[in-house]
């Protein structure tokens, strides 16, 4: 017996056409009765980057600016979201109760959206992938594969268009 979805993570690197998969998550959502936690992951900086920039900030000031830098991050990306969401939405605003939580942590992507589907017991996972060919999947690896490499949940990877959509996280 295939288990009930119940929690679905959607994880988004908010590219502009990113937004396309969220209607998958829209739909599996309505589908299934379940609930969607919305997940991003702003990158820290390189140790090379923070190496570069701690040679003219000290490392409080660099703390304290990266700090300030992510929390503007989070607020925007936030609200981008809930834009999306009221858009994909409009006029049933009952529908923005799927939406369970807005999630934006820090990290590395692949490791952290491994860590908040066992964290939230998400059923499944819902991700766009940039499809940037095989030689530079090949070489360069993507989060969408690092997650599928270790995930023991079933996983949708949803080809993001190359073009503009009538859904985009632009600003």
């Known amino acids: 017996m295939i288990p009930r979805i119940k929690n679905i993570l959607y994880a988004t690197d908010l590219t502009e056409n990113s937004a396309y998969a969220f ?3 829209i739909n599996s959502a309505q589908k299934h ?3 969607i936690i919305i997940l991003h992951v702003v990158e820290k900086p390189s140790p090379t980057v923070e190496g570069l920039v701690q ?3 000290d490392k409080t000031e660099f703390e304290k ?3 300030e830098k992510k929390d503007g991050q989070i607020k925007r990306i936030q609200e981008r979201v809930k834009e999306v969401a ?3 939405f409009a006029g049933q605003s009952e529908m923005m109760k799927l939406v369970k939580s807005i999630v934006v942590v820090e990290g590395d992507p692949a490791a952290e959206i491994l860590k908040k589907t066992q964290e939230y017991d998400c059923d499944i996972l819902i991700m766009g992938t940039h499809g940037q060919g095989l030689i530079s999947q090949t070489f360069l690896g993507s989060v ?3 997650v599928l490499n270790r995930i023991r949940k079933p996983v949708f990877i949803i ?3 190359e073009e503009e959509t ?3 996280f632009k600003d």
């Open 159 to 161: 080809p993001i268009p």
């Open 23 to 25: 209607r998958y998550a």
């Open 65 to 67: 600016m990266w700090a």
């Open 33 to 35: 009765d379940a609930q």
């Open 166 to 168: 009538d859904v985009t």
């Open 55 to 57: 040679m003219f900030l």
């Open 144 to 146: 969408a594969q690092k």
């Open 86 to 88: 009221k858009r994909e």
